[in-house]
T-cell receptor, first 112, second 115 residues
Framework: GQQVMQIPQYQHVQEGEDFTTYCNSS?????IQWYKQRPGGHPVFLIQ?????EVKKQKRLTFQFGEAKKNSSLHITATQTTDVGTYFC????????????FGPGTSLSVIP | DTGVSQDPRHKITKRGQNVTFRCDPI?????LYWYRQTLGQGPEFLTY????????KSRLLSDRFSAERPKGSFSTLEIQRTEQGDSAMYLC?????????????FGPGTRLTVT
C-alpha cells in the first residue's frame, strides 16, 4: 500500500542550530503538505507544495519538493524553542485525491 | 467562528461500551475528516464527508465504527463495543473544497481511553 515515510523520527538540537526533516513517498505525489503539531496540541497546516522542484520559504523555514515529486524536505535555520513539536508531511491518497496520508512525523526538541 | 470544536475532550470507557464523539467544523467548510492518532504516529485517515455525503471510509476501519453528518454541518463518530486497541486521540478536521486548496483545520481532538 501507499506509504509516506519520514526521517529522522526524533531530533534534538541546541537552540540556534539548523534542523532538517526528510519525507519520502512510495508513490509520486500531486502535492505534498506539511503540518506542525505542538506537544499536547493538534496538527496545524504549514504549507502545500505542488510543482516539481518547488522551493518555498516561510521566515526561517524552507520547504522543498523533489524533482520526481516523491520526496520533500523541511529545513529550519537557527532553531528557536518555539520550533519544538512534531512535523508531519502528508500527501494525497493513491486511489483518492481527497484522502490524506500522513507520515509518522519527526519530533523536534530544542535545547535552550 | 473560533475554529473546529470537538466534544468531549476526554472519554474513559470500559471495554464493550459504545461511545460517540461530536465534531463541529468551521461553518463555511463543506469537507469534514475524521482521523485517529496514537502516540508517536501521524494522524491515520478514517473517513471523510463532502457536505452530508460520506465519500470514503478507510478499509482499516472495522464495522464497529460509524460516522454521520446528517445535515452537512456537525458530525458524529460512534464506536460500538469498544476494545482496548481503540484507545487513541480522535481528530476531526474540516476544509473548504476549492481548487488547489487542501488546508485542513484540525480540532483539539477527543482522547479515548478504553479500560
Amino acid at each position: 500500500g501507499q506509504q509516506v515515510m519520514q526521517i529522522p523520527q526524533y531530533q534534538h538540537v541546541q537552540e540556534g542550530e539548523d534542523f532538517t526533516t526528510y519525507c519520502n513517498s512510495s508513490t509520486t505525489l500531486s502535492n505534498i503538505q506539511w503540518y506542525k503539531q505542538r506537544p499536547g496540541g493538534h496538527p496545524v497546516f504549514l504549507i502545500q507544495l505542488v510543482k516539481s522542484g518547488e522551493v518555498k520559504k516561510q521566515k526561517r523555514l524552507t520547504f522543498q519538493f523533489g524533482e520526481a515529486k516523491k520526496n520533500s524536505s523541511l529545513h529550519i535555520t537557527a532553531t528557536q524553542t518555539t520550533d519544538v513539536g512534531t512535523y508531519f508531511c502528508a500527501g494525497p491518497g493513491k486511489t483518492s485525491y481527497d484522502k490524506v496520508i500522513f507520515g509518522p512525523g519527526t519530533s523536534l526538541s530544542v535545547i535552550p | 467562528d473560533t475554529g473546529v470544536s470537538q466534544d468531549p475532550r476526554h472519554k474513559i470507557t470500559k471495554r464493550g461500551q459504545n461511545v460517540t464523539f461530536r465534531c463541529d467544523p468551521i461553518s463555511e467548510h463543506n469537507r469534514l475528516y475524521w482521523y485517529r492518532q496514537t502516540l508517536g504516529q501521524g494522524p491515520e485517515f478514517l473517513t471523510y464527508f463532502q457536505n452530508e455525503a460520506q465519500l470514503e471510509k478507510s478499509r482499516l476501519l472495522s464495522d464497529r465504527f460509524s460516522a454521520e453528518r446528517p445535515k452537512g454541518s456537525f458530525s458524529t463518530l460512534e464506536i460500538q463495543r469498544t476494545e482496548q486497541g481503540d484507545s487513541a486521540m480522535y481528530l476531526c478536521a474540516s476544509s473548504f473544497n476549492r481548487a488547489g486548496d487542501v488546508e485542513q483545520y484540525f480540532g483539539p481532538g477527543t482522547r479515548l481511553t478504553v479500560t
